[in-house]
T-cell receptor, first 113, second 113 residues
Framework: AQSVTQLDSQVPVFEEAPVELRCNYSSSVSVYLFWYVQYPNQGLQLLLKYLSGSTLVKGINGFEAEFNKSQTSFHLRKPSVHISDTAEYFC???????????FGAGTTVTVRA | SAVISQKPSRDICQRGTSLTIQCQVDSQVTMMFWYRQQPGQSLTLIATANQGSEATYESGFVIDKFPISRPNLTFSTLTVSNMSPEDSSIYLC??????????FGEGSRLTVL
């Protein structure tokens, strides 16, 4: 079975500053990795995903993530955040294409002017 | 990506009553999934709903408490039965996107008094 650890529960950041959200996973087999964002009072929106190929994945809204197999990590980054990036961010992993995703506990990002 | 609509978006219910949540997808899909997100927590898979067969429940969730219907390829319902305050959560409907990812509805926010 796979599991996900999001190392930061809350990340305060100033507008236009960079942000990195850390995600580590454990799995004995090849994985699919995902980052989702949940804006206040909304459902989850897919930011980006890693299935195979290039380890640097670019997503929507200027986010990117890097898959590091040796470190079993999939950290999310954005070089310059906006107030509108204030949200909850979830890292998720699955072992195959069966849609059985395991989610991390989430990281709350609060962007301040 | 699929567009998923849920009803109700939020409700306040009395202890001991039951509530049925509806999920409508704008295209035919094989698998639909129901997740629970308890306050301040991550997502937990309740069950997988396939059209024409009984739903498959995850550990800790039972059909008597969370009966699910899947009458066709675009619709599913989740009932939360005999509710208690511990059932206060966001309930999310989702479906697979073809690349291993899930797409989610906006969620149904349930408060049990």
């Amino acid at each position: 079975a796979q599991s996900v650890t999001q190392l930061d529960s809350q990340v305060p950041v100033f507008e236009e500053a960079p942000v990195e959200l850390r995600c580590n996973y454990s799995s004995s087999v090849s994985v699919y990795l995902f980052w989702y964002v949940q804006y206040p009072n909304q459902g989850l929106q897919l930011l980006l995903k890693y299935l195979s190929g290039s380890t640097l994945v670019k997503g929507i809204n200027g986010f990117e993530a890097e898959f590091n197999k040796s470190q079993t990590s999939f950290h999310l980054r954005k070089p310059s955040v906006h107030i509108s990036d204030t949200a909850e961010y979830f890292c998720a992993v699955s072992n195959s294409n069966d849609y059985k995703l395991s989610f991390g506990a989430g990281t709350t990002v609060t962007v301040r002017a | 990506s699929a567009v998923i609509s849920q009803k109700p978006s939020r409700d306040i219910c009395q202890r001991g009553t039951s509530l049925t949540i509806q999920c409508q997808v704008d295209s035919q899909v094989t698998m639909m999934f129901w997740y629970r997100q308890q306050p301040g927590q991550s997502l937990t898979l309740i069950a997988t709903a396939n059209q024409g067969s009984e739903a498959t429940y995850e550990s800790g969730f039972v059909i008597d408490k969370f009966p699910i219907s899947r009458p066709n390829l675009t619709f599913s319902t989740l009932t939360v039965s005999n509710m208690s305050p511990e059932d206060s959560s966001i309930y999310l409907c989702s479906t697979g996107g073809g690349g291993g990812e899930l797409f989610f509805g906006e969620g149904s926010r349930l408060t049990v008094l």
